[in-house]
């Protein structure tokens, strides 16, 4: 297998339903759709960690953050080895367009080329993003390449937001629209959120700020396209986690952490696949990634994709394992998932009765809204109180219950695959060396002895 390029594309914060390949609003995400055509998605595909710098930063260490350093917002351990560094020591050229500094410590990554959001229209212009990316593939025309593009959609604040100006002042003049702008009335929001009305306001700025992340997909492909480089280079798409809305990103729940996987990769990968039974995690990419350019693996909790990628009988992927530490506002809520074919089980050490959850998905318009409308509505009422408290344990049957909106933790029919589930997570505890494993026996463990 001869070196290829490698493109990443990554969105910030979004949902892993909201493509049309994924089952997401039509008309959303056009480009997305085609790539997915392309390739293959992954519909069993999680981040490790639903926050952007965390999840990032497992990506590019194929490590957990607890073994990374990088929990929350903090730089990755200097004793853990780089994606970049081991694909220029194969000779790559390295580049990244935008979140520059959601890699920390930004000079450990060695990069080529560093663009930001501020030279990329506050990350959120397409043409910007091609007229970079065009230049990155000139300037790497003499040996293989791994380009990392980061749009800055669907992050808040949304196309159609007050917040835009208030927090960009006179840059966000420079932002161009979306190519199509999306209204409440094109915008149910999903069943884990009340649908009123000032969430579907916000729900339609979500989904505009999410075609100008597909817009910037598109300008960047062509470049890959008009540079005769399509053919040689393999092609990720991915969100670093769930959007900014309660019940999603900064927790555990299945929208928190399941991500639009999509990979094209000609030659290797047949276009239409669709890869359902497998569980795949985010840090499979670095070992995926170093397989692909020749490279060594050193120590990862990943496995490459690429048997998988290439239909080869590999050993069964049945759960996906994801963690919450840290917001960005350095508040800690340590949180643990299991999720299998069926259910997802969550671990809340953090939930002790008096501590109370805030995070960054509860600025902008829903949080609000869902807290006036707690006043009348006793169900709106109840899910608001049940977010800022939660329970110790959370268990979801995602079959019947794909919004996670009844607990069954405590029925005692749930008893034997509450306890299976516990086993589950306690073994990957134990496996990772995770710092919590003492703690989830006190909370979990120790009442049932």
């Not at 917001?327 to 089980?345: I, N």
Request: aromatic residues 8%; hydrophobic residues 40%; charged residues 20%.
């Amino acid at each position: 297998m001869n070196s290829a390029n490698i493109l990443l594309i990554t969105a910030d914060d979004l949902e892993g339903t909201t493509p049309g390949a994924f089952g997401g609003p039509a008309g959303v995400t056009p480009a997305l759709d085609r790539l997915a055509a392309e390739g293959t998605v992954f519909h069993r595909a999680h981040v490790a960690v639903a926050v952007c710098q965390p999840s990032r930063s497992a990506i590019m260490t194929g490590q957990w953050p607890h073994r990374n350093g990088a929990e929350g917002f903090q730089p990755i351990r200097d004793d853990v080895p780089l994606l970049t560094n081991l694909l220029a020591r194969a000779g790559y050229a390295v580049g990244i367009l935008g979140k520059v500094n959601h890699l920390q410590p930004v000079d450990r990554f060695g990069w080529d080329t560093i663009v930001d959001m501020r030279d990329l229209g506050l990350g959120r212009d397409p043409a910007r993003y091609a007229e970079e990316a065009a230049a990155f593939f000139v300037r790497a025309a003499d040996r293989p390449w791994f380009l990392m593009v980061n749009a800055h959609d669907p992050h808040r604040p949304f196309h159609g937001s007050a917040d835009v100006e208030r927090r960009f002042g006179a840059a966000s003049a420079g932002i161009p629209e979306p190519s199509r702008v999306f209204d409440a009335d094109d915008a149910e929001p999903p069943g884990y959120l009340p649908d009123l009305p000032t969430v579907r306001d916000e729900y339609a700025q979500y989904l505009s700020s999410a075609r100008r992340c597909d817009d910037v997909v598109a300008a960047v492909l062509d470049r890959l396209d008009a540079a005769g480089l399509a053919e040689s280079t393999l092609v990720v798409f991915l969100s670093d986690n769930g959007m900014a809305f309660p019940f999603s990103k900064a927790n555990c729940y299945l929208q928190s952490t399941q991500t639009p996987l999509i990979v094209r990769w000609p030659g290797e990968v047949a276009a239409g696949g669709q890869e359902t039974g497998s569980f795949v995690s985010m840090l499979d990419l670095f070992p995926t990634f170093c397989e692909v350019a020749g490279v060594q693996v050193g120590e990862t909790d990943g496995e490459s994709l690429v048997p998988l990628l290439r239909g080869e009988a590999v050993p069964a992927r049945e759960y996906a394992v994801t963690v919450f530490h840290e917001t960005a506002m350095k508040r800690r809520y340590e949180m643990r998932c299991v999720q299998d074919d069926r259910f997802g089980y969550i671990w809340n050490g953090w939930a002790d009765g008096s501590t109370t959850y805030q995070a960054e998905n509860m600025s902008g318009l829903s949080w609000p809204a869902m807290q006036e409308a707690a006043a009348t509505d006793r169900a709106v009422s109840a899910r608001v109180e049940f977010y800022q408290h939660r329970a110790v344990e959370e268990l979801y049957d995602l079959i019947a219950d794909p919004n996670s909106l009844t607990n069954l933790a405590g029925e005692p029919q749930h008893g034997m695959r509450l306890d299976a589930m516990r086993a589950v997570l306690r073994d990957w505890m134990i496996r990772t060396a995770d710092p919590q494993l003492e703690r989830y026996g006190a909370l979990v463990e120790g009442p049932r002895r």
